[in-house]
């Protein structure tokens, strides 16, 4: 019996490093020959292809692939009937979501929606920006444009909808952000069919929970020390855990060893108070991952 395979799809451009870098944290790696969309991974039950976020909905959907990662934004401009199996909130740059927004020229003195009836918009999201619109009953020209909308204004267009995680790239063009569409993160989405399949679920449902973990871990540290039981109340009592911090016992039986997870701007000032408090051995690490 041949072994059963989930093809996944993964976002080519942008998102590509950061997501590669969410799996490697994940416990997977994953590496791309050359200019080949076959994704090397170290998971025979996994099959990955690299592919254009934007075109990612569409081929779950025909199930040409199982599932994948893409943004929000995406799945409603492609108006595909998905199952989503979580939702991944990391980016190009960080760990957020990122803004669908109608930037015009800095000169531009629009404030109103409905100052957009009759100009042109250039822009990816299509369908997207059509509907945006069409809730503020505005009639304006939208054209499909290749990337790089930024360059098109004011020559080319009046306005372009674009996603922008900082702004940084609008400015740098002159553009000033005019209106919010939306704000949108990555999603792991399911065609029905594979959904309906036990292996392949439990298979999606798995790679989902490591990746959220992944992400969960992102702001975290561990924190580990060893503490004589008489000063563990005043040590706990300086200790914020994510949950009650982990208590082991030792070989002397004077001492415990005490371990816990929390904000890593915070250990700069507990690990003063804690040692004052009477912990020894106090160790902080970085965490891959956080499943709660």
Known sequence: MDKRVLKIGLPK?????S??????????????????????????ELSGLLIRPQEIPRYIEDG????????????????????????LVYA?????PVRIVCAVHKDDPIQDVRELQGKRIATEYVELTKMWLATHE???QVEFSWGACEMKVPD???AIVANTETGNSLRANGLRIAFELMKSTTRFVANHRSWEDPWKRKK???????LQGAINAQDLVGLKMNVRRRDLDAVINVLPALRKPTISTLSDPEWVAMETILDPRKVRDLVPELKRAGAEGIAAYPLTMVVY
């Open 204 to 210: 999606a449902e798995n790679l989902a929970m490591l």
């Open 19 to 44: 997501t590669f870098g969410l799996f490697r944290k994940a416990g997977y790696n994953l590496s791309v020959n050359g200019r080949s969309y076959h994704v090397d991974m170290d998971d025979p």
């Open 138 to 140: 505005v009639d304006a």
């Open 92 to 96: 190009k740059v960080g760990f957020g």
């Open 13 to 17: 451009g942008s998102l590509q490093e």
């Open 156 to 158: 080319l267009a009046d």
């Open 64 to 87: 040409i692939i199982d599932c994948g990662l893409t943004g929000y934004d995406w799945i409603l401009s492609s108006g595909a009937d998905l199952v989503q199996v979580g939702e």
